[in-house]
């Protein structure tokens, strides 16, 4: 399960066929359409995803899309919970999901003692804390239904969304949300609202988490 990340490093990511193969060992590929870009075809959250990742640099010498360290974190789950995963994102059922970018989990894995930051270290997160931290982390991203911001928002009180993990975040007026463990957390203006035929990914800039560490 840690070789997601060399998986992402020499594979296409601009389909479905491929993302499937960095974030599971059970060789989930579905049916990509090459060459076709699925935020205009009208793709699922999964496929939208990957477009959105592919086009991130981190430097020069080495891509690195902007959900690498997301796809690192996944590829750390057993192989039931990344199918559960991957069901979810792919399926018919409508979710939003906040996507936290690669900076964010750097700064999660800092907090933590890891020294060397790296999308497979947040593995760390179930030795730290006891197996399934990770995947309750990660359902804490995900809710019912399609919300766009002004549902994401209420214009002058605090809203409380619950999340998959069964845990809530709070949304204040400011545009800003409150996690379990009282961080506030920042949507990145430009990836915000990215409409997908089964949901919506909001991008932010910090791992949100369901307790205090």
Known sequence: ??????KFKTTSILTLGA?????????LAGPGKPGVNPIKEGGNIL????????????????????????????????????????GLLTGSDKYTIFAPTNQAFRNLQTALGVVETSPEASCAVDTLFGSGTLFSVLAYHLTDGRRFSNSVFNKKNPKSIEMLSGDSITTLPNLTIMDGAF?????VPSLININASNGVIHVISTVMLPFAP
Request: charged content about 15%; aromatic content about 6%.
């Open 1 to 6: 399960m840690y070789d997601i990340y060399t």
């Open 19 to 27: 993302i499937c193969l960095m974030v599971t060992t059970a060789g």
């Open 47 to 86: 496929e939208i995803a990957a477009t959105v990742n592919g086009l991130g640099i981190e430097n020069e010498d080495e891509m690195v899309g902007e959900f690498a360290y997301l796809l690192g974190a996944v590829g750390c789950l057993s192989a039931q919970d990344q199918e559960t995963v991957i």
């Open 183 to 187: 961080q506030i957390v920042e949507p």
